[in-house]
């Protein structure tokens, strides 16, 4: 069982940044891609964006290509969300999850989220 725990949610203006952490329990992080989503109100959960296992393989959905950054770093097991110039639309609850490969495999454990809201 992998517990993830988000961190770094905030009230931002729009054209700021905000990094999101997320932190996987355990000692097999470097087992796990990891991905993050949203879910604005109303609207459905939505992929944001995604990295491989090495971190060599980064994906991301076309509405913050450009402006977001998906990276992870093994050595303190943790998964970061940099997102720069944010807009009022980015505003939600942001999830980390893991799944234990790349592709199409679906995602296996999920954190409890973390709120993003950017005010114009």
């Known amino acids: 069982q992998v517990q993830l725990v988000e961190s770094g949610g905030g009230l931002v203006q729009a054209g700021g940044s905000l990094r999101l952490s997320c932190a996987p329990s355990g000692r097999t992080f470097s087992k796990y891609a990891m991905g993050w989503f949203r879910r604005a109100p109303g609207k459905e959960r939505e992929f944001v964006a995604a990295?491989?296992?090495?971190?060599?393989?980064?994906d991301y959905t076309e509405s913050v290509k450009g402006r977001f950054t998906i990276s992870r770093d093994g050595a303190k097991n943790t998964v970061y969300l940099q997102m720069n110039s944010l807009k009022p639309e980015d505003t939600a609850v942001y999830y980390c999850?893991?799944?234990?490969?790349?592709?199409?495999?679906?995602?296996?454990?999920w954190g409890q989220g973390t709120q993003v809201t950017v005010f114009s």
């Open positions: 990295i491989s296992r090495s971190g060599g393989i980064t």
């Open positions: 999850a893991a799944r234990t490969a790349w592709g199409t495999t679906p995602y296996d454990y």
